[in-house]
């Protein structure tokens, strides 16, 4: 199985930066994409940034120019760099990896626990 554990997230002013960071671990196989969802109260989850495996890179509208998505091949890690926060960047930050496991067939999605972003004065 995969395991994915979020760091980085806290408290941050408006127009300041936070990094996040999502370690996967376990018997990967291979990993496809790897991306960035959000979670606010009443609202729907949704995707932030994506990466794939070949460094390719997809952002909602609304953070496009604010975040940046990167990622470490040989640590299976993936990086959100958030830049001039925004409130309503406030969410609950969710990791995802679509990833094989060695002999088997099909691709799955695998999820962290979430790491809490708060933008606040």
């Known amino acids: 199985q995969v395991q994915l554990v979020e760091s980085g997230g806290g408290l941050v002013q408006p127009g300041g930066s936070l990094r996040l960071s999502c370690a996967a671990s376990?018997?990967?196989?291979?990993?496809?994409?790897m991306g960035w969802y959000r979670q606010a109260p009443g609202k729907q989850r949704e995707l932030v940034a994506s990466?794939?495996?070949?460094?390719?890179?997809n952002y909602a509208d609304s953070v496009k120019g604010r975040f940046t998505i990167s990622k470490d091949n040989a640590k299976n890690t993936a990086y959100l760099q958030m830049n001039s926060l925004k409130p309503e960047d406030t969410a609950v930050y969710y990791c995802?990896?679509?990833?094989?496991?060695?002999?088997?067939?099909?691709?799955?999605?695998?999820w962290g626990q979430g790491t809490q972003v708060t933008v606040s004065s």
């Open positions: 990466i794939t495996s070949s460094g390719g890179t």
């Open positions: 995802k990896a679509n990833a094989q496991l060695p002999g088997n067939y099909f691709w799955y999605d695998y």
């Open positions: 376990g018997n990967i196989f291979r990993i496809s994409v």
